[in-house]
C-alpha cells in the first residue's frame, strides 16, 4: 500500500529538514564567502523573475534591494583575501556599481509595475555586472573550481526535488535524483577526486568514495521512492543523504 503524506505534512516535514540543515555545526561555516554571495545573488535574481511571473512587483523590489545592499557590502571587501591584486580595486567597484544601478532600475521598475523595464534591468544586470566580472575576475584566473560546479550541482537538484513534492510531481523528484546519482558517480572516480578535489592521500580517497557511493545508494532510494510516490521513503532518503553524505563530507574535507 502506498504512504501518502498531505501537502501540510510534507511542507512541514521540508521546512524541518531545511532548519536540521542549516542549523547542523559546521554545515557551511567553511564555505567562501564569495561563493555565498554569488549564490545569493542567483537566488535573488531568480526570485526577481519568479516574483515578477506571479505579478508580485514588491517581490520583484524585495529581490532588487537585496542586489543593491549585496554590492554596496562586497564594494567594502578586501581584495588581496580573495587572491587578487589590489590595484584592480576600480574594476571591482566598478562592476558593483554597475549591479547597484541596475539593480535600482529594476526596483524602479517594479515600483511603476512595468514588466518590461524589470527584464531589461535584470538583463543588464547579468550582462555587465555579473558576466563582465566573472570574465574578468573568475574565467581569466580559472577561479571556478569543479568541486564547486558539482555542489552547486547538487543544490540545484535538491531545490527541484522540493519543488517536486509541494507540487505532488514525483517525476520531478526522480529526474532529480538520477542526476545527483550520476554526478555522484562521478565523483567517485579516483581521478576525478584527486585532480577536482584535490584529495591525494589514499585513504583519503577512499574514504571520499564511499561518501559519494552513499550519495548514489540514497539518491537510488529517492527515485525508487517517488516511483511509488512515497513521500516518507523520499524524504527519509533526503535526510540520509545530507547526513551520511554531504555534511560528512563536508565535516571531513571541506
Not at 16 to 22: D, E, K, M, P, S
Not at 73 to 97: E, H, K, T, Y
Not at 203 to 211: A, C, I, Q, V, Y
Request: hydrophobic fraction near 45%; proline fraction near 2%.
Amino acid at each position: 500500500m502506498k504512504k501518502r503524506l498531505t501537502r501540510r505534512a510534507i511542507e512541514v516535514s521540508i521546512l524541518c529538514f531545511l532548519i536540521l540543515i542549516i542549523t547542523t555545526p559546521s554545515a557551511g561555516a567553511r564555505v567562501s564567502s564569495l561563493v555565498l554571495e554569488m549564490l545569493q545573488n542567483l537566488d535573488d535574481l531568480s526570485q526577481a523573475g519568479e516574483q515578477l511571473a506571479l505579478g508580485q512587483y514588491e517581490g520583484v523590489a524585495d529581490a532588487a534591494r537585496a542586489l543593491d545592499a549585496r554590492a554596496e557590502q562586497m564594494q567594502g571587501i578586501d581584495l588581496a583575501s580573495l587572491g587578487i591584486d589590489p590595484a584592480r580595486d576600480s574594476q571591482w567597484d566598478a562592476f558593483l556599481a554597475a549591479q547597484r544601478q541596475a539593480a535600482n532600475s529594476v526596483a524602479a521598475a517594479a515600483k511603476s509595475q512595468d514588466a518590461g523595464g524589470v527584464l531589461l534591468g535584470l538583463q543588464l544586470l547579468q550582462q555587465t555586472a555579473c558576466l563582465g566580472c566573472h570574465s574578468t575576475f573568475r574565467e581569466s584566473n580559472s577561479r571556478l573550481r569543479p568541486a564547486t560546479l558539482f555542489m552547486t550541482s547538487f543544490l540545484s537538484s535538491l531545490r527541484g526535488m522540493n519543488r517536486g513534492l509541494a507540487l505532488n510531481d514525483y517525476g520531478l523528484v526522480a529526474d532529480q535524483a538520477r542526476e545527483i546519482a550520476a554526478l555522484a558517480r562521478v565523483m567517485a572516480w579516483d581521478p576525478v577526486i584527486e585532480t577536482n578535489f584535490g584529495i591525494a592521500d589514499a585513504p583519503d580517497r577512499k574514504l571520499f568514495r564511499s561518501l559519494a557511493n552513499r550519495l548514489a545508494t540514497e539518491a537510488g532510494r529517492i527515485e525508487r521512492g517517488a516511483a511509488d510516490e512515497d513521500a516518507t521513503t523520499v524524504l527519509q532518503g533526503v535526510r540520509s543523504m545530507w547526513m551520511d553524505g554531504c555534511i560528512a563530507c563536508h565535516d571531513k574535507f571541506r
